[in-house]
């Protein structure tokens, strides 16, 4: 049974840092995509990140601000977030696919539970 358990959601102020922790069990992560999803009220669930073996991609709306790492010895996904703005501001979950990476969310077959980051102005 693959569990992804997220952490560190919380409130931050704009332009502030904020890290979120997912980690797995029952899946040796560095064998699989590991990706990151956000969703804020009344919008769709959105691709924010991916780490693919030693490659990592990003969302426009997140690149050059955020930064997805793996732990494999703790087998624990993170996302560091910095330059954090008020639309950043939503449910983000990680999650991971059983395919090669993608930005598509139906892909995606184990999720977490999701932290909530809020970002004042």
């Known amino acids: 049974q693959v569990q992804l358990v997220e952490s560190g959601g919380g409130l931050v102020q704009a332009g502030g840092s904020l890290s979120l922790s997912c980690a797995a069990s029952g899946r040796t992560i560095r064998f699989y995509p590991m990706a990151w999803f956000r969703q804020s009220p009344g919008k769709e669930r959105e691709f924010v990140a991916v780490?693919?073996?030693?490659?990592?991609y990003y969302a426009d709306s997140v690149k050059g601000r955020f930064t997805i790492s793996r732990d494999n010895a703790k087998n624990t996904v993170y996302l560091q977030m910095n330059s954090l703005k008020p639309e950043d501001t939503a449910v983000y979950y990680c999650?991971?696919?059983?395919?090669?990476?993608?930005?598509?969310?139906?892909?995606?077959?184990?999720w977490g539970q999701g932290t909530q980051v809020t970002v004042s102005s």
């Open positions: 999650a991971s696919t059983n395919t090669a990476w993608t930005k598509e969310e139906r892909r995606y077959v184990y």
């Open positions: 780490i693919s073996g030693g490659n990592s």
